[in-house]
């Protein structure tokens, strides 16, 4: 079964950049360049909100417009990491960021498309 785990958050300052990194553990089932991989954040009292998607060899990759310009979304398949960039951080960047794991390219913002999921890291932003 596959397992998710989030690492890379803290506290960091605005304009500061961050790389969060999702490492999963496939155990005896498929590879982990089978999975598209999304990036979500959530804040309390919010809507979840998606940030970027990655396709399994890494080639495609897809922001809302809200995060374009500002995040990065990369894997490693051979070490079996997903990877998110944050570049000039704000304070409304503040959340649990998490990543989740599915298995076709279409529809990243659909939260009940996603299999697997971490437990997330918390990103927490200071002006």
């Known amino acids: 079964q596959l397992q998710l785990v989030e690492s890379g958050g803290g506290l960091v300052q605005a304009g500061d950049s961050l790389m969060l990194s999702c490492v999963a553990n496939t155990g005896f089932g498929r590879a982990f360049s089978t999975y598209t991989m999304g990036w979500f954040r959530r804040v309390p009292g919010k809507e979840r909100e998606f940030v970027a998607a990655i396709s399994g060899n890494g080639k495609n990759k897809y922001y809302p417009d809200s995060v374009k310009g500002r995040f990065t979304v990369s894997r490693d398949n051979v070490k079996n990491t997903l990877y998110l960039r944050i570049d000039s951080l704000k304070p409304e960047d503040t959340a649990d960021y998490f990543c989740?794991?599915?298995?076709?390219?279409?529809?990243?913002?659909?939260?009940?498309?996603?299999?697997?999921w971490g437990h997330g890291t918390q990103v927490t932003v200071s002006s």
């Open positions: 989740g794991a599915k298995n076709f390219w279409e529809r990243h913002s659909d939260y009940a498309n996603y299999l697997a």
